[in-house]
Structure formats: C-alpha cells, structure tokens
C-alpha cells in the first residue's frame, strides 16, 4: 500500500497559480502512476492529470491541457501538479492516486488503488 499526502491547496484569485504536491511511502512505486483527480461540489470526481514515474510521460484532460502541468521529483517520492491560469470553475477538492499501471485508462477511477485525503483549492472571480 502507498500513503499519498497532498499539500499545497488555498484560495487564489482567478488568473492565478497554485502548485499542489503530492508525497508518497510505503511501498516502492518505480512501476506506479500517479495521478490527480478534482471533486467540485455537487459533481463527481474527474481526471486531471496523470505521469508515469518510470517514464514520465504525462496525459492530461483536455480542460486544463495548456494550463496545468504534471511533473514528478523521484528523489523526493513526490508528484506535483503546477496550476497556471486559474478558473473559478477549477475551484474542488483536489486528489492524488497511485495506480499500478500507466495505461489506455489511466483517466478512469479504477485504474488506481491509493487515494490521499485531498485538498482543497477554490479560485475566486
């Protein structure tokens, strides 16, 4: 199992930027994804980004494509999800994930077996 600790949520105007971290330990995770996800009120949860830690390589969805960036630090355990140009419609409760694989799904709840508790971030008009 994987303990995921997200930081680095609060309140910014829109316009602006927030970078949200997200520690890992436990078990080893070369082989994991890594993935964030955003829960705004009254909605269900949705993909935001995902990386391989092995590769790096990254997917995003298409509404923060441009905007958001997903990089991760192995010395550190520790994925980051850089925010730029916020909405107010970006305002939720953001999660990171640790999945076993970076696969065709890797958008999709299912993919992943490790949640952190979430942090709150809310963009103001």
């Known amino acids: 199992q994987v303990q995921l600790v997200e ?3 609060g309140l910014v105007q829109a316009g602006g930027s927030l970078r949200l971290s997200c520690t890992a ?5 070369s082989s994991y994804a890594m993935g964030w996800f955003r829960q705004a009120p009254g909605k269900e949860r949705e993909f935001v980004a995902a990386i391989s830690w092995s590769s790096g390589s990254t997917y995003g969805a298409d509404s923060v494509k441009g905007r958001f960036t997903i990089s991760r630090d192995s010395a550190k355990n520790t994925v980051y ?3 730029n140009s916020l909405k107010p419609e970006d305002t939720a409760v953001y999660y990171c994930a640790a999945g076993s694989r970076f696969g065709p799904n890797i958008d999709r709840e299912y993919e992943y077996d490790d949640w952190g508790q979430g942090t709150q971030v809310t963009v103001s008009s």
């Not at 330990?25 to 995770?29: E, P």
């Open 25 to 29: 330990s436990g078990r080893t995770f």
């Open 7 to 9: 930081s680095g949520g």
């Open 81 to 83: 999800l850089q925010m």
